[in-house]
């Protein structure tokens, strides 16, 4: 199969290789999925990049945990009529050395999620770690029906599907977005309101809709929220956090500990199965009935993974960056 892949840490242009490996074939409990688009996360470069840890945990890494294709091979213990079957695959390279950047991937056959007929391919072959972590950001602490909400980030592929995930669970939905521009857009995209984030009257917005304090803040910029947070959260309120813009932000203590704020630091690797379980099972439905979309902003060819890593790394494309395994379009379903 062509794969890529790398043997050390460093940047993309230098560590990555596309080349032919052998075929996978799934062992007992797996599936083998042909491997339509390969989502591509700034997490799968912080993998590359050593920064989860300095030595490589094993010699031989295919990036990425996220991927969509079609079952075409199942080992001893899984029901043969999954095969052909359209899925999405979610921490593909959580734990293990091969992920979804290669024409073939094999996974345990519950990380291999029924996709409803009607759904791109390509558009759930990012789902699956932001999608995950945002269902864990909004249901950590139990349902939020009725409660208000803030996400950060709001159009970013996580703060997509926290808005998408926290208006299906009946919450009131805040979304802060970088720009005036974006406020139609976040709106469209589910929210009940949205905010500038960085208009310096922000806080003051925020309270105008929640006179009392919000509930919870999904953040993806601790260092440079966290004031905001402290201010526009109610007493008991909760912070879950799935990004920080600073490696080392100051925690101010006394101010949340006299709020009794709860704080939620999520790594994607270590959910509980039965959360992830049901995250999947929420976002497909939420798939299904189109209220979850995030724009695919750039595509590449396998062999031009490097610039893939660099866009999702960057920022620089808004939406879902993906490998598409297929690029001369020979699919009838994409």
């Known amino acids: 199969m062509r794969a890529a892949w790398y043997e050390r840490h460093g940047p993309a242009h230098m560590v990555l290789t596309v080349g032919t490996m052998a075929t996978l074939r799934p062992s007992p409990g797996e599936v083998r999925v042909k491997i339509a688009f390969s989502g591509v996360h700034h997490w799968d470069a912080a993998k590359r990049h050593g920064r989860r840890g300095p030595a490589m945990t094993f010699p031989r890494v295919i990036p990425h945990d996220d991927g969509a294709g079609v079952i075409d091979a199942v080992g001893r213990g899984v029901d043969a009529r999954r095969l052909g079957q359209r899925v ?13 950047a290669a ?22 072959a990012g789902m699956g770690v932001p999608g995950i972590v945002a269902h864990r950001a909004i249901f950590e602490d139990g349902p939020v029906d009725g409660r208000l909400v803030v996400v950060t980030g709001a159009l ?8 998408t995930l926290a208006r299906r669970g009946g919450a009131v939905v805040i979304a802060a977005v970088g720009g005036p521009s974006l406020l139609e857009t976040a709106l469209a995209a589910g929210a009940h309101y949205a905010v500038v984030a960085s208009c310096g009257r922000v806080t003051d917005r925020i ?33 879950a956090i799935h990004s920080s813009d600073r490696a080392h932000p100051a925690i101010p203590y006394r101010r949340l500990a006299d709020k009794n704020i709860t704080v939620h630091f999520l790594g994607h690797d270590d959910f ?12 497909t439905a939420a798939l299904r009935d189109g209220d979850l979309w995030c724009p695919v902003a750039a595509r590449f060819p396998l062999d031009r ?30």
């Open 305 to 334: 993974i490097a610039e893939a890593h660099a866009a999702a790394e960057t920022g620089s494309a808004p939406g879902h960056v993906v490998l598409d395994l297929d690029p001369a379009g020979s699919r009838q379903d994409r």
């Open 103 to 124: 024409e073939y991937a094999v996974v345990p056959a519950v990380q291999a999620v029924p996709l409803p007929e009607g759904v791109p391919l390509e558009q759930a």
């Open 207 to 239: 309270r105008a809709i929640a006179p009392h304090g919000v509930d919870r803040v999904v953040e993806g910029a601790f260092g440079a929220n966290l004031a905001v947070d402290l201010e526009i959260l109610a007493h008991g309120g909760t912070i």
């Open 272 to 283: 509980p199965d039965e959360a992830n379980r049901q995250a999947t099972a929420d976002l």
């Open 156 to 163: 970013g592929a996580v703060g997509r599907a926290a808005v």
């Open 88 to 100: 999405w695959v979610y921490l593909a390279q959580s734990y293990r050395p091969f992920g979804t």
